[in-house]
């Protein structure tokens, strides 16, 4: 009852809108003050972190912190497939039908979250899907699980649902609706799709390949070759600006994951979670 009346709620608000309100705050000088309550309230573990809390001049630059180096070693077995980020597993299994799961008795298809054509949708035709949310204590980077070089990618606008368990088991096609950036590979294990979700309050996804970001004002699709760009396994290729849901997509054949891949087991980026072939 509760849940589902805070769904009626975050439809009626301006979503985007206040995501880019809260985001120019969070830039704002004054909200440094705020960056040790949001430490206590979220229990974030401060002895990864790659600087002194002073350093941080708003609350979106510790947000978006790096982390010591060695704090998380990427798995160097050359078959190795590697969390791309920290986070907690929502959903994985087999594309069957088109069709991916969001939660208990809610799908969605590969077309309506890629944007893509029927056609395009059935290179993941019996491949395997990965879903993992990072919750406001997270890291919040965004890297490769596998070395590969970037082909295109698509941004599609759209709202900004919160993507915790209330968005999840009250929004169908909750991943469909909410802005992506998503990034297409060409890996030893075939075509991934690493698709970043954006979410409510600050929405802002983030890549290093060109001059581009979501929940802009008047935001429109677009789909854009990236000329083949080479990415290492472990290399960072985005950012989320606040807690948000990353989904993989891999071709048939291709992909294992190990005994890792369990329901909210959580993963910290760069440990092994699969084998590809």
């Known amino acids: 009852m509760i849940d589902s009346l805070a769904k009626h709620i975050m439809t009626a608000l301006p979503q985007n809108a206040i995501s880019r309100a809260v985001g120019s705050l969070a830039r704002s000088p004054f909200s440094r003050y705020v960056i040790k309550p949001y430490i206590s ?147 030893p294990a075939g075509e991934m799709a690493l698709v970043k979700v954006g979410a409510f309050v600050v929405g802002s996804v983030q890549v290093p390949y060109g001059n581009h970001t979501t929940n802009v004002r008047n935001g429109r699709a677009y789909s854009m070759e990236l000329s083949e760009l080479p990415y290492e396994k472990g290399q960072e290729v985005g950012l989320f600006e606040f807690g948000s849901t990353v989904v993989l997509l891999f071709e048939k054949d291709r992909i294992t994951f190990n005994n890792r891949i369990q329901p909210d087991a959580y993963l910290q980026y760069g440990e092994r979670i699969g084998v590809f072939r």
């Open 41 to 187: 309230l979220f229990n974030v573990n401060v002895e990864e972190i790659e600087k002194p809390l002073s350093d941080y001049p708003h609350l979106t630059a510790f947000f978006t912190r790096q982390l010591k180096s060695g704090a998380r070693p990427i798995c160097p077995d050359a078959n190795a497939l590697v969390s791309p980020v920290d986070g907690r597993v929502a959903q994985f299994g087999t594309i069957t039908d088109g069709t991916l799961i969001q939660a208990k008795g809610i799908n969605y298809t590969v077309e309506q979250l890629l944007g893509c054509t029927p056609e395009q949708a059935e290179r993941y035709e019996g491949g395997v899907f990965l879903t993992i949310y990072l919750s406001p204590r997270d890291y919040h980077r965004i890297h490769m699980p596998l070395a590969g070089k970037l082909t295109h990618a698509t941004y599609l606008p759209g709202r900004l649902f919160p993507v915790n368990r209330i968005g999840v088991h009250h929004v169908p096609g909750l991943f469909t609706k909410n802005e992506r950036l998503i990034t297409y590979a060409d890996t």
